[in-house]
């Protein structure tokens, strides 16, 4: 098992919608990427200062189903027209289970 | 249910033993804090370049639950005998599931 876990922090002029929009995209890869096998997806709940904005945590069977949703084409468009136009910095970690 | 991750990059210097510390250390927690539901501490499994190199995720049933792990005098000790000795950046969220 691995699990993927990254962090973002937006920029300031990111509005609501914008950020809605990351999160309701991602969410739909999984009726898109069969590979993924647990997939968690949100806001920063707002409980500690200096955090990151929003996190994603998802767990793969294998490295190899970690690569297919690191490579799919729809991952990578949310990616260039969601994420990269509000992000200010990223975080990232995998990790094997 | 509140989902805790936090992910760390090490100093240069940091050993390898200093680096073990810190997970056997944290996994320990899971015997001393009976409010963690689910404990998840590893190293970057070194897939893709830029990655931080260590992460927690943590579930709680609650806020309250996440803020006895957060400020138990065991996980302060953790953080201050063997994290920030070797920490070099740190990225968190708290996540409501």
Redesign the interface.
Known sequence: M??H?V?FTWTDGATDEQKAAVADELRALIGVIPEIRSF?V????G??Q??????V?ADFDT?DD??VY?DHPRHQEVIAQRIKPILA?R???????
């Open positions: 691995i699990r876990i962090l968690t949100g806001h920063d709940a409980i500690n200096g955090n990151h904005d929003f996190a945590v490295v970690y690569l690191r910095s975080a990232a970690v995998q990790l094997g289970l």
